[in-house]
């Protein structure tokens, strides 16, 4: 089988799809926009053939790229698993008569009030939400749907410019901090209270064929707002268990959204907030989830879920069960201000305590600028453990976070 895969280089992750694919049997042709002298022995002998473009998200340099690979061997798949890149894929798709994620679902799956209103006509519990573009829109579903409010980009990743906005002086700011960076249009929702989540599945014609549940601690919006926070998230070990009738509504929710959505063959993300009004829908990305969530899934499953990814797609069959034999999880470890880092204390009582159910740790070396608290869980220090109790992997984590901490100079 012949995929095209959308920037094998950048960012360093792609390189897993790439490999994936190859050792499933496919021939991977790459697409990206690096010279391809910089990808680098060990990603362009997993190729069979790498086109250089100028922008991977202009969709004509795209179409007579694939055009190209298409008139020296019959493609069978295009892959893009970074989201900006999924929408021109959806497109070069169409234009090339390439089967995979359609146009509508891919636009779906990327604008947000789109996305709400698609599943509230189908009964899915989400956010009141709309598309707004002026001031007086957004006070006017303000005065209908009341504070506190949350505003994002129409279509982007994780929390990427969302705010919460509280009364109208909010608002009046927020939105002008979305005109100064030159939106004309935006996302506003109802807040929902709750605890937040994600179901990240990959499918194959519709049907879930593995999937996973994972919690934040706390949600987003808060670990993203107070650096003093060490966020984490955990996925599940407990998501097959028959008597949790929560992870089983979890499934069901998922289910409905990705058929309402009509996503077919692909990888998805979906976040969820569960609270006094029951579990509601956020919003959906049919992608992979980012910041090493399939890192975990591998070490929590002792699976490799990116070359389950590559045999759904190349074989169109799972190859193996996920074996639930962990909880995973990861913990963000800030600096105590910015600027450069000055050293760690408490990693080695740490290592100590917890070394038999560590996977991995990352700590920049002193000196490196640290990075702003909302640049993410994997901006600064991070460590990353599994253990088989979900409960005692919580309150390692939480441990950690307590423990560690990150001086900056």
């Known amino acids: 089988m012949n995929i095209i895969f959308v920037e094998p280089g950048f960012p360093a992750n792609q390189r897993r799809f790439v490999h994936a694919l190859a050792s499933v049997g496919a021939n991977v042709y790459g697409i990206g926009e690096s010279e391809e002298g910089h990808l680098g022995d060990d990603l362009r002998d997993a190729m069979s053939g790498y086109y250089r473009v100028g922008s991977v998200t202009n969709v004509d340099q795209m179409v007579e790229a694939v055009r190209h690979i298409q008139d020296h061997v019959w493609v069978d798949g295009l892959e893009a698993t ?7 894929a959806a497109h ?7 089967p995979g994620t359609s146009v509508r679902t891919t636009w779906l799956c990327r604008d947000k009030p789109s996305m709400k209103e698609a599943l509230r006509q189908v009964g899915v519990p989400t956010a009141a939400s709309a598309a707004v573009d002026s001031a007086a829109e957004a006070h006017a579903f303000a005065d209908q749907v009341g504070y506190p409010l949350i505003l994002k980009p129409r279509s982007g990743a994780g929390a990427q410019g969302t705010s919460r906005v509280d009364n109208d002086e909010d608002l009046m700011r927020a939105l002008q901090s979305f005109a100064a960076e030159g939106a004309t249009s935006i996302a506003i929702e109802e807040f929902v209270e709750g605890h937040e989540g994600f179901y990240d ?7 879930v064929v593995h999937d996973w549940a994972t919690h934040y601690y706390p949600n987003v919006l808060e670990a993203m707002r107070h650096r003093w926070i060490s966020p984490q998230f955990i996925t599940t070990n407990r998501i097959d268990d028959p008597s949790n009738d929560f992870y089983r509504e979890v499934r069901e929710l998922g289910h409905r959204v990705i058929e309402a959505l009509g996503i077919e063959t692909s990888a998805t993300h979906m976040e969820w907030f569960y609270g006094p009004k029951g579990l509601k829908f956020s919003e ?3 992608r992979p989830p980012g910041v090493g969530a399939w890192d975990l899934y591998s070490a929590a499953n002792e699976v490799d879920v990116y070359r389950e990814w590559a045999h ?12 639930r034999s962990y909880a995973a999880g990861i913990v963000a470890l800030r600096p105590d201000h910015d600027g450069q880092i000055a050293g760690y204390s408490g990693v080695d009582e740490m290592q100590a305590r917890y070394g038999e159910w560590i996977i ?8 490196h600028g640290t990075q702003a608290v909302e640049a993410g ?5 991070y460590v990353r453990l599994r253990h088989p109790d979900y409960d005692a992997a919580h309150a390692m984590l939480d441990d950690i976070g307590r423990t560690i901490h990150v001086h900056a100079g």
Not at 377 to 381: I, L, T
């Open 82 to 88: 970074v989201e900006a890149h999924t929408m021109p």
């Open 92 to 98: 070069v798709r169409e234009a090339t008569g390439i």
């Open 201 to 207: 599945t990959i499918t194959l014609d519709g049907a």
């Open 284 to 286: 959906i990305g049919c």
């Open 312 to 323: 759904v797609i190349t074989h169109r069959a799972p190859e193996q069960a996920m074996k």
């Open 360 to 367: 991995d740790g990352h700590f920049p070396p002193e000196g």
């Open 377 to 381: 869980y994997m901006a600064n220090a």
